[in-house]
């Protein structure tokens, strides 16, 4: 039974993230989000600690004081900020690296997606920005890309989904860094 619990969460979240790309304008990236979910690494850690209502990654890090499965994840997976971090010499020591604005876009769909699948009726558009600023304090993430996340998510919150997804598409249009 957890083994198609957890497949068919994954497998639903992956979905919806992919429909959120292509509203984005990056649905080819979309196609391959989250592939290392089903890698054995990823996949029976998660079989394991499914239960449901919490990610299988907070019970793996209860049994073993951290996550292999997570560890493995973010190394994988460029749209996760935490995979954004780099040594820097000029302060000799590691600290966030600001996210090619692709990678951020792909960011705010798997966050949407994440409220979506796991809300399910409780959902709405103020959701994924009011857990954006619970954790905001304790987010080892370069200022602009918190920043650009922030206001995609404000926009969510207060204009609905297709005035934000118009406004990431005319984003990703522009030439250069943000």
């Known amino acids: 039974m957890k083994l198609w619990g957890h497949f ?3 497998t639903r979240h992956r979905h919806q993230v992919i429909r959120n790309c292509f509203k984005a304008g990056i649905g080819f990236q979309g196609l391959f989000h989250d592939l290392s ?6 996949f029976f850690v998660g079989v394991r600690g499914y239960q449901g209502n919490r990610s299988p990654n907070e019970w793996e890090r209860e049994q073993k004081g951290y996550s292999s499965a997570w560890l493995h994840h973010k190394g994988r997976n ?4 935490e995979y954004w971090t780099d040594y820097n010499p000029a302060f000799h020591r590691v600290m966030p690296v600001k996210m090619p604005k ?3 876009a792909e960011m705010f769909c798997d966050r949407l ?3 979506q699948v ?10 994924p920005l009011q857990y954006f600023l619970r954790g905001k304090q304790n987010r080892f993430i370069h200022k602009d890309t918190s920043d650009l996340l922030e206001s ?3 926009t969510l919150a207060e204009q609905g989904q297709d005035a934000t997804f118009a406004r990431i598409r005319a984003f990703l ?3 250069g860094e943000y």
């Open 118 to 127: 796991y809300q399910g009726k409780k959902y709405t558009d103020a959701f």
């Open 173 to 175: 249009q522009q030439k």
């Open 8 to 10: 068919y969460t994954i």
């Open 78 to 81: 460029r749209h996760h900020f």
């Open 102 to 104: 692709r990678y951020v």
């Open 152 to 154: 995609w998510l404000t």
């Open 113 to 115: 997606a994440a409220s």
């Open 37 to 42: 979910k089903y890698s054995p690494r990823e």
